[in-house]
């Protein structure tokens, strides 16, 4: 069979046939983990690294289909296998329609079993493969991935979609480390000027005189120092997009100077005498409120007005933190990859420390952190242990004691039993209206109905 890098889950509630399963699996060079129920099952899931999950359909707690399901939602690239008796076949089927790789009637056939776990590892590993070439390819494009699932971001995916067929001018504005510039990336790459140049300017690197040469350009001996004649970038970007991130420093008088580009589409370099047309798209970026500037007079109203035709507001990371585990497995496995490193999705306590962290530094504090975790970690798992003092100021990783139930309850168990009666109270402040509350929560519908599901909660 070979050695499987990647693990194989068995979940079945007979407890003599698991082990029966586990010794079979291990004979056969199988990294084998073993779980009683679907609750148990999903927390290695989040844990380990595992490719094939051969799962028996009927369980108490938390049946073969949903668990399925809640797999699906973790990670798309992991195999289901379904392991069915006589009687439940029709909800076999239906679980391969939901994307199991298979189902196999019991008492199994050992060697058909083993025949369909080695080949659900080979697509998983396809899949896996097809994802990180994806990503490269994108990062290679220059378009980073908007990853989150957060309501929020689910609206600015769809304007991403829109504004990129226009040529309008987009004004993106955010807290910094927000991800502004991965916003203007799609817009360029998803737009009829994909296959042209891309250029970005941080107008708040430069000095006014640097900008004006940078964005402008500069004729040979316009200034001391320049012994030769520069295209500025209006000009490099004709036919394409520029972005001009922190808009916001740029001086009155190179205000002014962009808003004549805008308008007539033409300029001439310092220095120079000659007219020189162009034709961009316009992306600008800010993390200051240019409406509160204009009203201070330090901003252009005219100009503002040119900029803000299609808008797009990028929410600071607390504002956002059930997006939090996502990106922190995203950038996890990202960066495992970078590094040639193997490290496990980070567990329940790591998650939860950071959730409870305000991120004043949003999505780039975030992503630095994990790098930094990652490469400093000599294990294959991040602990608590490797987590910066920051992150473990006010955490407790003990249980705590429940008084409404008179029992010791572990902080996650407790965390969920909050959410699902801070769920239940939202819906019925909003009649049962899944898509009002879900606004109320910034969760996004697909994710509320998600919970409400896993809750059990009855509608």
Sequence with gaps: MGE??????????????????????????????TAWDGPDALELIKRKRIGVVVADIIMPKMNGIVLLERIKEINSAIQVIMLTAEGSVSGAVDAVKSGAFTYIL???????????????????RLSEQNSAFKDQMLEKAGMMQLVGQNYRIEE?????????????????????????EIIASQIHYKSNRAEQVFIKVNCAALSENLL?????????????????????????????TILLDEIGELSLGTQAKLLRVLQEREFERV??????????????????NLKEEVEKGRFRKDLYYRIHVLPIHLPPLRERKDDIPILANYFTRQISK????CISPLS????????????PGNVRELRNIIERLVVMTSDSEIKWSNLPDELKQGSDSCAVRDDSLGVDVPLLDAKKAFEKQYIIKALSCNQGNVGKTAMKLQLARKNLYKKIKEYDIHL
Excluded: C
């Design 106 to 124: 019991k008492p199994a056939d050992i060697d058909n079993l083993l025949l369909n776990i080695q080949k659900a590892f080979e697509i998983y």
């Design 338 to 341: 970078e590094t040639s490193k």
């Design 212 to 240: 004006e040469s940078e964005l402008f350009g500069h004729e040979k001996g316009s200034f001391t120092g320049a012994d030769k004649m520069h295209r500025g970038k209006f000009e490099v970007a004709n036919q394409g």
């Design 271 to 288: 220095g120079g005498n000659g007219t020189i047309r162009t034709n961009f798209r316009l992306i600008t970026s800010t993390n200051k």
């Design 156 to 180: 600015i995916r769809q304007k991403i979609d829109v504004f990129a067929d226009s040529d309008a001018p987009v004004l993106i504005t955010g807290e910094s480390g927000t991800g502004k």
């Design 4 to 33: 499987f890098m990647d693990q194989l889950l068995v979940v079945d509630d007979d407890k003599d046939l698991l082990k029966v399963y586990e010794k079979i699996f291990k004979l056969n060079h199988f990294d084998v983990l």
């Design 348 to 359: 329940p306590e790591i998650i939860q420390a950071l959730e409870r962290y305000s991120w």
